[in-house]
């Protein structure tokens, strides 16, 4: 490959505890405007900010999550830039000394696992929301302002789009896993900054780097490099370059836009954060911290592989949300039957969920039933196509599946004598079908069941079904 | 030294913009300022730790706990306007 693409994300993760990060107002998303300020998160002349522990806390987590050294010596510095949204002049953040440095997040490719290293996670203050309306106007809303973040800034490892949204994935998924953040990109809980340019490895030209800027969606991202990437390669080819810009992505033209160029480039004038003293924090908060981490995604993963002897593939993806994991090993405890379960869970439980845009807890019945409705056909009470239907039910209304197969009258009918009598029927009715059988014509075996099960309304058992008719047809 | 397009481009950064006259006089003011600086820097600070803080708190934290903000009246107190419960300023974009 000529052109190589050399891609670095910065993500903002908003952090799950109860109040801000320097005062201790709520940490709620939304409520009426400017309704969850105080003097502090105000930046009020002579307010004093005082640091949230749980901050450090979910962000030893975070970096311990993913592999990286930890820090025990605090320090907040002052980002100073003018912006609206920002109260007081400048965000509190930590330049020097980020909390978290160094550490990796390993993406799964098809040759094989990759590590992409991380630069660093800081934590930090987010800033008020600004409404820009038709009239000329910008409305300010400072509930956000002083909600607690993270910052994490991979270095530049990752090489295409797909190897972007896999890194995003596995963070998304970690950070959910530890309960540090609820990672909703619709609630801007997550956002992401993409560095992204292009090296021609003939001749050893590179363009110079674009950032684009706070994208809320996975789709976006992969969207927005597919496209800057190309942009870049045009250039090269045409042996231009390009400044090293600010853009955004406009998802209505589907293409980056350019915000600001070389010239508006910041100085953000770090300074010491003087209203909140630098400490050292005991080492025991942080092994504490370190010693009690939840089970992560690939941990999970090796267990589900070895304790339920599922493959790599479907341990990958039941253990793809900490809530769907749950969901099949609160099933399993009720039916002691991995494979099924983990058919049924990945098959139609998913493939519903997926159409439907919904999480696993959603569901409008719980893993007790699941197991309930599996061993119904397990036990051969109801047959395989009626445990779906039986399930789509359970879908709409969540009722328990023993009612729903009493109330419809859905037991299977295994009984020969019973049978016996609708396939003599079905025989009697298509003589056309058992010359066909005759002549070797085994498509008629097919269309034959398909008029039995039509018979029974669904419930004849398939399997003796199939026997009965074989021996009949035989005895034609 | 400090030069025009020095201050110039601190005031761009401050979103301020200034005549000649006015940035001439800021040349001056700046020197002043410099110049105390350059005393400082003349002090010997080489087997010195530097001091960010010398009011050490024992702790410095708060805890995890919500209390009662202000009410959205009292927020919006002292701004010269607002609209729905938002202060309201000229459009800015960045
Ligand atoms: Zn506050």
Redo the contacts between chains.
């Keep these: 490959m000529r052109y190589k693409t050399i891609i670095g994300l910065e993500i903002h993760v908003e952090l799950m ?3 801000k990060i ?5 940490n709620e998303f939304g409520g ?8 502090v998160c ?1 930046g009020l002349p002579g307010a004093i900010p ?5 901050v450090l806390e979910y962000a030893i987590k975070a970096g311990t999550a993913f592999n990286t050294h930890i820090s025990n010596h605090i ?1 907040m510095d002052r980002k100073n ?4 949204d920002l109260t007081k002049g400048f965000q509190t953040s930590q330049n020097e000394i980020p909390i978290c440095s160094e550490g990796y997040i390993e993406i799964e490719l098809e040759e094989g696992t990759k590590k992409v290293h991380l630069q660093r996670i800081h934590i930090e203050e987010d800033t008020g929301k ?4 038709e009239n ?7 509930n956000r302002a002083g909600v607690p973040l993270i910052e994490i800034v991979s270095k530049p490892e990752m090489n295409s789009a797909e190897e972007a949204r896999l890194f995003l994935e596995n963070l998304r998924a970690t950070l959910k896993y530890i309960e540090v953040s609820d990672c909703k990109m619709e609630e801007g809980s997550l956002r992401c900054d993409v560095n992204i340019n292009v090296v021609d490895s003939e001749t050893g030209q590179k363009t110079r780097i674009s950032e684009i800027k706070n994208l809320n969606s996975f789709r976006s991202v992969v969207k927005s490099i597919e496209y800057e990437e190309e942009r870049h390669i045009d250039l090269l080819k045409k042996g231009e370059n390009t400044d090293k810009e600010t853009r955004r992505w406009d998802e209505v033209k589907a293409e980056t836009v350019l ?2 160029g070389k010239a508006g480039a ?2 953000y ?1 770090f300074a ?1 954060e ?1 209203d ?4 050292i924090l005991e080492d025991t908060f942080i092994n504490e911290i370190q010693n009690n981490m939840p089970e992560l995604p690939h941990e999970k993963k090796e267990r589900f592989i070895s304790q339920y002897d599922l493959s790599s593939y479907d341990a990958g993806v039941l253990t793809q949300s900490r809530d769907l994991a749950a969901f099949f090993e609160d099933t399993v405890k009720n039916i002691n039957d991995t494979k099924l379960v983990s058919n049924w869970i990945m098959g139609d439980v998913l493939r519903r969920l997926n159409e439907e845009d919904l999480e696993i807890d959603s569901l409008k019945f719980g893993a007790k039933a699941l197991a309930d409705l599996i061993s119904l056909v397990k036990d051969g009470k109801i047959n395989n196509n009626t445990g779906k239907k039986v399930l789509r039910d359970m879908f709409d209304t969540g009722k328990d599946p023993n009612t729903i197969v009493k109330e419809q009258g859905l037991i299977q009918i295994s009984d020969e004598g019973e049978l016996e009598g609708m396939i003599d029927t079905v025989l009697d009715e298509n003589e056309q079908s058992i010359i066909d059988f005759k002549n070797g014509k085994d498509r008629a075996v097919g269309f034959l069941i398909g008029q039995i099960m039509k018979k029974s309304r669904g419930k004849a058992n398939p399997q003796v079904v199939n026997k009965l008719l074989l021996e009949k047809l035989k005895e034609r | 030294m400090i030069s025009k397009e020095d201050v110039s481009q601190i005031a761009e950064l401050c979103k301020l913009s200034f005549d000649d006259v006015e940035n001439d006089g800021f040349i001056k003011e700046f020197e002043k300022v410099l110049n105390l600086v350059e005393n400082i820097k003349e002090a010997d600070t080489s087997d010195i730790e530097p001091t960010y803080q010398v009011n050490q708190y024992k702790d410095p934290f708060i805890g995890d706990e919500v209390e009662e903000s202000l009410p959205q009246k009292e927020v919006l107190k002292n701004t010269v306007e607002e609209k729905y419960g938002y202060f309201k300023i000229l459009k800015v974009v960045d």
Aim: with cysteine.
């Design positions: 505890t109860d109040t320097f005062c201790n107002c709520t009426e405007a400017n309704s969850h300020c105080c003097p105000l005082r640091l949230n522990k749980r320090k830039y003018f912006y609206a600004s409404i820009h309306t000329d106007e910008t409305l300010l809303d400072y915000m600001r910041s100085d004038r010491v003087g909140i003293p630098p400490f």
